[in-house]
């Protein structure tokens, strides 16, 4: 049977700051978080007419202003089919001065500045359009027979030989008819032109492309299948998400929920407040009674599992087995609930059992495919350390809480 869930999306003042606040409430856990400060907005994803500034060939690396003074980081691997503002003589490589059309693809985190990307994405509920990768691909987590039938209803958009852009097909799309695949498609395909092609005519830094307001994208993204819920307790919000859902997915507004109980505010229902308090502290309590200790570092984020009260009654590697079982589930929720991301080593206890490491290993790949965020279990060391990696795109929580 699979979980239902919930999105929970409310305001409530952090550090004495009032925030929009987005959370994602699986089994009665909450398993993301994400918070704004009410009128202020992320510009992750949005689309400018960058300009170069410099270029840093030693470390494959080109400066990029977005504004007057607001630098960001651009990969030169990752410029090879930009689109230019500015006329371009010949085919040269990138030189300061030069107008292209950048995406930011990562927030400023740790004292690092923002990255950008060429490759621009468009993205919608059942696809994403991008500009630099013109393939076509279909999500991992699909089924074969998904995959097949969606390669199918794609076949004459993708064997076009004038396109200008790759199609990804998203988890969502499984249960999504052709007609609102295909109307999607129109749709992104327009909201492309305006940004990348009628783009290429703005002045420079000028914004081409924003993005919706993040809770927003967090109804766009949520999967479609196990979704029972969608409740806020601001009008003004629940209006925004009517409109969306009338216009994209009409047959998920039965969903939409508003709360109205004054008593009781919504934020307190989902003890949101208790998830911003375990996000700020190192140490989470098993139910085992076993713990984990979280640290972040510079260069990765450390996590330690320890047996703490637990006492099995049966043999000690079956007691470390159970412990470490239940703490790859938690491991797994903490990832997402703090966003950490990087390089991310986790000492487990020891086990001698090799069955037991390779059961352990696989369980834990399990709950990171239901990561929206790219996450891979790369190996276990001789020094019986899990390595895994996260892709990086927003702040850590803690960061975000910190900066208000």
Known sequence: MKKLSKLIITQMEIRQTLCHICAYEEDGKIMELRFEPVGGKSSLGNIYVGQIENIAANIGAAFVQISAGERCYLQLSDASNA????????DRPLKPGDEILVQIS??????????VTTNL???????????????FGLSSKLSNDERSRLSKWMEEEVSRPDKEFGIIVRTNAADASMEEILKELEYLKGV??????????????SCV????????????DANSRNLEEIVTDSPEI?????????TNSPEEKEKLRFYEDKLLPLYKLHRLETALEEIQHEKVWLNSGGFLVIQQTEAFVSIDVNSGKFTGKKKMQETYRKINLEAAREIARQLRLRNLSGIILIDFI??????????????????????????RAVDITPLHILELTRKKVRKPVIEEIREL
Request: proline residues 4%; charged residues 30%; aromatic residues 12%.
């Open 350 to 375: 020891n086990m001698e059992n090799p069955d037991h490491q390779d059961e352990l290993f696989h369980v834990l790949q399990k709950y990171l495919r239901k990561d929206p965020v790219k996450s």
């Open 83 to 90: 689109i230019y503002a500015s006329v371009r003589k010949g």
């Open 209 to 220: 492309y924003k993005t919706e307001p993040f809770y927003i994208s967090a109804v766009r």
């Open 238 to 246: 629940s209006r925004q998400i009517s409109d969306y859902l009338d």
């Open 121 to 135: 994405n468009f993205t919608g509920k059942y696809l994403v359009l991008t500009t630099g990768d013109k393939k």
């Open 192 to 205: 492309y032109r305006k940004a990348a092609v009628d783009g290429r005519s703005r002045t420079c830094f």
């Open 106 to 115: 990562r927030d400023a985190m740790k004292g690092k500045l923002p990255a």
